[in-house]
């Protein structure tokens, strides 16, 4: 296999699962917010959903780096400054994803929190620049698709956003099970939370697979 193939084939497991590790995700949390089983049962169910959640984050935080270097072996340029910033991205990004995982009982979680939201945002403002600049100069004139999949991948990261921001409710009740300290007037805020979340979960299945199409079909190429 080439350099080419190998980074190809990385970028389709990510691909795959980034989409079936937050569809394992959405169907585990309809158990934790489900009143009618026991909390023992729930609390199981949130340990399986917390678990998946890693995968998608793991997945989403390499997916730049890969990508940036399939498209590097594709015949799109780089300077050095550039192609150093691509390729420690990817790490930079999942140290920070695995860091807030397994050390949330940390002190400085709240800080790393802060940042890692504030990161994202700076993410999506590069990617959104990047593909103006792209498209003003000409500089993906004969690649037009690979802005669409950089947009697309903003776009993902904001569903992401609004999806943490949605879920403050469903957080402060999981809190509160763990503690046996919940109600039914809890158990509504958590179901409420969730509903909030489902239509940008949907959304985030929809465009990654409208990513891989683009990828795949190449659109707008001559």
């Keep these: 296999m080439t350099p080419y193939d190998i ?4 970028h389709i497991l990510l691909f795959c699962y980034w989409l079936g590790g937050d569809v394992g995700v959405f169907y585990s949390s309809q158990f934790v917010v489900d009143s009618k089983l026991s909390r023992e049962t729930r609390l199981t169910a949130a340990k399986i959903m917390l678990g998946c959640d890693l995968v998608p984050k793991i997945c989403m935080s390499l997916m730049l780096t890969v990508g940036g270097i399939l498209a590097h072996y594709l015949g799109i340029e780089h300077s050095l400054w ?8 990817g790490p930079i990004w999942l140290t920070m994803v695995l860091v807030l995982h397994y050390k949330h009982n940390a002190s400085y979680i709240p800080l790393l929190t802060k940042v890692d939201y504030l990161f994202r945002w700076a993410v999506i403002a590069g990617l959104i620049a990047s593909s103006i600049y792209a498209y003003n100069t000409g500089r993906l004139a004969d690649n037009p698709w690979i802005i669409i999949k950089l947009l697309g991948f903003a776009f993902l990261i904001f569903c992401g956003l609004m999806i943490r921001i949605n879920l403050k409710e469903f957080s402060i009740t999981y809190a509160k099970m763990l503690q046996d300290s919940h109600d039914d007037a809890d158990n509504l805020q958590m179901v409420r939370s969730l ?17 891989a199409y683009v990828g795949i079909a190449k659109p707008l190429m001559s």
Excluded: S, Y
């Design 7 to 10: 980074a190809l084939l990385i």
């Design 82 to 89: 550039q192609l150093i910033g691509i390729i420690l991205l």
């Design 195 to 211: 509903k909030k979340v489902k239509p940008w979960v949907v959304l985030i299945w929809f465009v990654l697979i409208f990513e």
